[in-house]
């Protein structure tokens, strides 16, 4: 671990203490004095209760449900972690939590939950889905991550998204399409190699076709290999990962065999989304990739390759997943957006299309600014990006019919730009005033 | 790819690939149950499984092909069952396709073609056997008219 990761443990630690976790509930209603508790709770509140009972779609009109959406895990997958459990995902979760409301005015809350089985956890999602006008998985380890997004996009009526999934492959799309057009190839003609077959590079497999890739030019690689139709363990994929094993049907048209030596010949991208590095893609590996190639390295804390090495051997250009260097492909672009957009308009599902939606505006937006080999993505620090996805997300819903409501153009993004704004004001309200204490000096 | 696929009985030129077929088809057995785990040299036992198979008058075995490569198999034999009625009965030994060739109908029409051979040979019956626990092989067979009629029970001895 480097020295700096330590001081951030440290930090993490001290202060996590200090603040007793990173959220709280504040009312959101005034309470001029005692009498009020007779509107917001009894007797006045039996009359909302009420007119909720006769349609139970009215709650997102007279509770918070609307804004509201449960992070759900089991804690098998957390970070690089593995299988800490629930009780040490919440930290984690809080802190999801955090970046939903500052930066897409969500509020979110932490359900860490003792689950052994998928089924346990798709039943715990469907059973407190009443609450919650969205559900974010977070944190589950493959291939039951599959299995609960699926179950749960069919079995509940409001937007259901997880994370390593959809976030990073939403990202990762946006960054692939600007970077196409920044060394001018079509997705449509181009070999793509995924490095690493977990939950980030089976969604972005299946949201790259759905974008215009052709299936035959995408090459998938776990760690037993090229995935093709006629690998050994396909009869044991089939029974026990059956979203590999369709990808292994419809992608490498050309059947190569063994691993990302062979894969990478002429490949004219490069996504990997494996295991730290640094030396898990190798410069010699680069080097065997077609003219103006787009090595996308996505590891975390340390990218599998080094941007400065992918680029000696011969990239034109690199992503990774940190903020340190040039083109952070980065899922919190993504999410509170996704969330913004579809809890404004009462989204029943986010679907892929939907995901897509919002992959194409994030990747517009970055090239309204100008692309560059340095820059075919947004950052977080252009906030406005949100507001700007929500919107996009926002319609694609109504135009789908999967809107509770229908409202223009304007009006979401309105409501979106709004909803930001007032999450990051309030918060510096707060701090401002010290109804939040300043970070102690150290 | 589907206007170049043939059934046809196996041929000597076959074995090789129908030795993987096979040999992919009990691995996949193996998966679930301990009790189905595969031999060592399992290669070398199905070859001689197989080569015995197409020398007996009494078994079926036929392949499926596309454009030259062989993309499915299937075995099966005769058998007398002497205590009951009818007797003489067809037992589908391997079923196996690729999985490019698989829900495409094509198990099916291999089923149909080892059934009349089978029925043109005596057999008034067919039957097949498999892990209990695959459900996709239970479908498979029960979509096409199968029932259960007997279980094979099993425990080590201690």
């Known amino acids: 671990m480097s020295e700096r990761t330590e001081k951030y443990y440290d930090m993490a630690i001290s202060l996590s203490k200090f603040y007793g976790g990173k959220i709280q509930v504040i009312p959101k209603v005034p309470v001029r004095s005692l009498d009020d508790f007779s509107i917001w709770y009894t007797p006045g509140v039996a009359g909302v209760s009420n007119t909720i009972a006769k349609d139970p779609d009215k709650s997102f009109e007279l509770t918070s449900r609307w804004n509201t959406i449960a992070i759900i895990t089991n804690g098998t997958r957390v970070l690089g972690l593995g ?93 692939l399409v600007n970077a196409l057009k920044v060394v001018g190839k079509k997705l449509s003609d181009v070999k793509i190699v995924m490095f690493g077959a977990g939950a980030a590079n089976i969604a972005g497999a299946r949201l790259i076709m759905a974008a215009g890739g052709d299936p035959k030019k995408i090459i998938l690689i776990d760690s037993k290999g090229a995935l093709y139709s006629e690998r050994e363990d396909m009869d044991k994929l089939q029974l026990v990962h059956p979203w590999k094993y369709e990808l292994a049907l419809k992608t490498n048209g050309e059947k190569v065999a063994g691993g990302l030596d062979e894969a990478i010949v002429g490949a004219d991208v490069l996504i990997a989304a494996s295991t730290p590095g640094p030396g898990v893609v190798k410069k010699e590996q680069v080097k065997k990739m077609a003219k103006d190639a787009i090595v996308f390295a996505e590891a975390n804390p340390v990218p599998e390759i080094w941007p400065w090495e992918a680029k000696e051997a011969g990239a034109r250009i690199v992503a990774t997943g940190r903020s340190d260097f040039p083109n952070q492909i980065n899922n919190s672009l993504v999410f509170p957006a996704v969330f913004r957009g579809t809890l404004d308009v009462r989204a029943k599902k986010i679907l892929d299309e939907m995901v ?85 000096a150290e | 790819m589907t206007n170049s696929v043939s059934i046809r009985a196996a041929k000597n030129e076959d074995l090789e690939r129908m030795v993987d077929l096979v040999s992919r088809l009990k691995r996949l057995n193996g998966e679930f149950d301990p009790l189905l785990t595969p031999v060592d040299d399992l290669e070398n036992e199905v070859t001689k499984y197989l080569q015995g198979m197409m020398k007996d008058s009494n078994s079926v075995v036929l392949v499926l092909e596309d454009g030259g490569k062989v993309q499915g198999v299937l075995t099966a034999k005769l058998v007398d069952r002497c205590f009951y009625k009818p007797r003489l009965v067809g037992q589908i030994a391997d079923v196996y396709l690729m999985p490019e060739y698989r829900r495409r109908s094509m198990g099916y029409k291999l089923i149909a073609e080892a059934e009349k051979l089978l029925k043109s040979r005596g057999a008034e019956m067919i039957f097949a056997e498999f892990p209990a626990k695959n459900v996709i092989a239970e479908g498979f067979y029960r979509k096409m008219g199968f029932r259960e009629i007997t279980e094979i029970f099993a425990k080590e001895t201690q």
Not at chain 1, 115 to 134: N, Q, W, Y
Not at chain 1, 377 to 386: K, R, S
Not at chain 1, 411 to 440: C, F, G, H
């Open chain 1, 83 to 175: 299988n800490i459990g629930p009780e040490a995902a919440l930290p984690v979760m809080e802190g999801k939590a955090m970046i939903f409301k500052y930066l897409g005015g969500v509020d979110a809350f932490p359900l860490v939950v003792r689950a052994k089985t998928k089924e346990e956890v798709a039943d715990v999602a469907e059973r407190v889905s009443p609450a919650f006008g969205g559900i974010n998985l977070e944190d589950i380890a493959q291939p039951d991550c599959f299995y609960l997004l699926d179950r749960l996009r069919e079995t509940l009526d409001i937007p259901v998204w997880h994370d390593d999934q959809l976030g990073t492959a939403a990202a990762t799309l946006a960054g």
């Open chain 1, 356 to 440: 897509i939606t919002a992959a194409l505006e994030l990747a517009k937006f970055a090239e309204e600014r100008g692309l560059s080999e340095e820059y075919i993505i947004p950052t977080m620090e252009e906030w406005e990006v949100y507001p700007r996805v929500a919107t996009a997300v926002g319609l694609k819903a109504i135009e789908m019919g999967l809107a509770r409501i229908k409202l223009s153009k304007d009006e979401i993004y309105d409501r979106a730009y709004k909803m930001i704004r007032l999450s990051r004001d309030t918060l510096a309200t707060l701090v401002k005033n010290n109804l939040i204490s300043p970070v102690p």
